[in-house]
C-alpha cells in the first residue's frame, strides 16, 4: 500500500531499491560477485570467441555465466565470509570455509555441465577451481579481520 505524505503525493510503502540492495547484502557479497562476474565473463568470452569468432554467441554465454557468476560466485563467498568467523575454534573455521564451499561450486558446475550437455564437463569445470584459493584467502582474510 501507499501512503499519502503532507504535501498531498502518494509515497511507495518503505520498499526501496536501498532495501533490495540491503536486503541482497546479507546473502550476496556484491563485491566479490562483481569481480567473480567481470573474471568470469571475460574468460567465457575469450574462450568462445577462440573457438568460434562469433561475437553475440560469444556474449550470450559470458553474459550468462557473468551473472550466474555474481549470483552464485557473491552468495557462495558470503557463506564462506559466515562459516569462516562463526565457527569458533579457528583451524576448524578455515577448514570449513574453503572445504563446504568449494565441494558445493565444485559439484554444481560439474553437475550442470554433465545435466547440459557440455561435450567436456571436466575441462569446462577445471576454471571453478579457482574456488579453492578464493575461499582460503576470503576466508583467512575475514578471520583475521575479526580476531583484529
Given at each position: 500500500?501507499?501512503?499519502?505524505?503532507e504535501?498531498?503525493?502518494?509515497?511507495?510503502?518503505?520498499?526501496?531499491?536501498?532495501?533490495?540492495?540491503?536486503?541482497?547484502?546479507?546473502?550476496?557479497?556484491?563485491?566479490?560477485?562483481?569481480?567473480?562476474a567481470?573474471?568470469?565473463?571475460?574468460?567465457?568470452?575469450?574462450?568462445?570467441?577462440?573457438?568460434?569468432?562469433?561475437?553475440?554467441?560469444?556474449?550470450?554465454?559470458?553474459?550468462?555465466?557473468?551473472?550466474?557468476?555474481?549470483?552464485?560466485?557473491?552468495?557462495?563467498?558470503?557463506?564462506?565470509?559466515y562459516?569462516?568467523?562463526t565457527?569458533k575454534?579457528q583451524?576448524l573455521?578455515?577448514?570449513?570455509a574453503?572445504?563446504?564451499?568449494?565441494?558445493?561450486?565444485?559439484?554444481?558446475?560439474?553437475?550442470?555441465?554433465?545435466?547440459k550437455?557440455?561435450?567436456l564437463?571436466?575441462?569446462s569445470?577445471?576454471?571453478t577451481?579457482?574456488?579453492?584459493?578464493?575461499?582460503?584467502?576470503?576466508?583467512?582474510?575475514?578471520?583475521?579481520?575479526l580476531?583484529?
Open positions: 500500500m501507499s501512503k499519502v505524505n504535501k498531498g503525493t502518494i509515497k511507495p510503502n518503505g520498499i526501496s531499491v536501498k532495501k533490495i540492495i540491503d536486503f541482497g547484502s546479507r546473502f550476496i557479497d556484491y563485491k566479490i560477485g562483481i569481480l567473480g567481470s573474471f568470469m565473463g571475460l574468460l567465457v568470452f575469450v574462450i568462445n570467441y577462440n573457438a568460434t569468432h562469433e561475437l553475440s554467441g560469444s556474449l550470450t554465454a559470458a553474459s550468462k555465466q557473468g551473472g550466474y557468476t555474481f549470483f552464485f560466485g557473491g552468495s557462495v563467498m558470503k557463506g564462506c565470509e562459516l569462516a568467523i565457527i575454534k583451524s573455521a578455515l577448514a570449513a574453503i572445504i563446504i564451499p568449494s565441494v558445493i561450486t565444485l559439484s554444481l558446475t560439474f553437475g550442470l555441465h554433465k545435466l550437455g557440455t561435450p564437463p571436466i575441462e569445470t577445471l576454471p577451481l579457482l574456488i579453492i584459493p578464493a575461499t582460503a584467502i576470503w576466508g583467512y582474510k575475514k578471520r583475521t579481520h580476531n583484529s
